[in-house]
């Protein structure tokens, strides 16, 4: 319901952890609260790539917040992980999951390029051939992601430390104290703010 009296909720959303220790049970209950207000994508980033590490564990933590919360209501929604060790997992919301890190970012950028350099060698494409579209095509941490609407970057740094930097051109970003104990309301003040923003696309 929340969800549906915003104005304009994001597609992707970006969680952004910028702190030492990272949460997994708040981490959790963010993603489940971005399914349950009906955000379609979600991704988990921190800088020391503890998450996807660790992505099991956060996984079962989000399953279990999910049962709490939505409960019997869960047979309503369907959707899966994106990282492969969980593909197929069902999420219990029309949301899909990736768990980044900073190898998703420039140095996945650099795979690409590399990439498209080998297909400019064997004479598959010209030079003339790279464009936005097919760089977006050749990333692969982000296939069959849309660019993130809206990044929630929790701590102190005053940076998303890599996070997507390719993607996140014409994203909106909103920095919060801290993922740790974080409250409903404050994601929820979140979705607010991104929603009364007019985004003018660098015009």
């Avoid at 998450?51 to 929604?77: A, H, P, T, V």
């Avoid at 899966?80 to 996945?108: I, R």
């Avoid at 990439?115 to 494409?125: E, I, M, T």
Wanted: hydrophobic content about 40%; aromatic content about 8%.
């Amino acid at each position: 319901a929340d969800g549906r009296a915003l104005p304009k909720l994001p597609v992707h959303v970006g969680l952004v952890v910028t702190e030492e220790e990272p949460s997994y049970a708040d981490m959790a209950s963010l993603v489940v609260w971005c399914m349950a207000v009906g955000i379609s994508y979600v991704s988990v980033y921190d800088h020391n790539g503890i998450f996807k590490r660790n992505n099991s564990r956060l996984m079962d933590e989000i399953l279990k917040q999910q049962q709490e919360l939505m409960g019997l209501d869960c047979s309503k929604y369907t959707g899966e992980f994106a990282n492969h060790d969980k593909t197929g997992q069902v999420l219990n919301c029309q949301s899909t999951l990736k768990v980044l890190s900073p190898e998703d970012g420039k140095a996945d950028i650099v795979k690409a390029a590399q990439n498209f350099c080998q297909l400019v060698a064997q004479q598959q494409r010209t030079h003339s051939d790279l464009d936005v579209n097919m760089l977006d095509n050749l990333l692969s941490s982000t296939n069959g992601f849309p660019d993130p609407d809206l990044v929630l970057k929790f701590g102190p740094v005053d940076s998303t430390l890599g996070f997507l930097p390719w993607h996140i051109r014409l994203t909106e970003i909103i920095s919060l104290p801290s993922h740790l104990n974080i409250s409903y309301e404050d994601f929820f003040s979140a979705l607010h703010h991104y929603a009364a923003c007019e985004q003018r696309w660098g015009k």
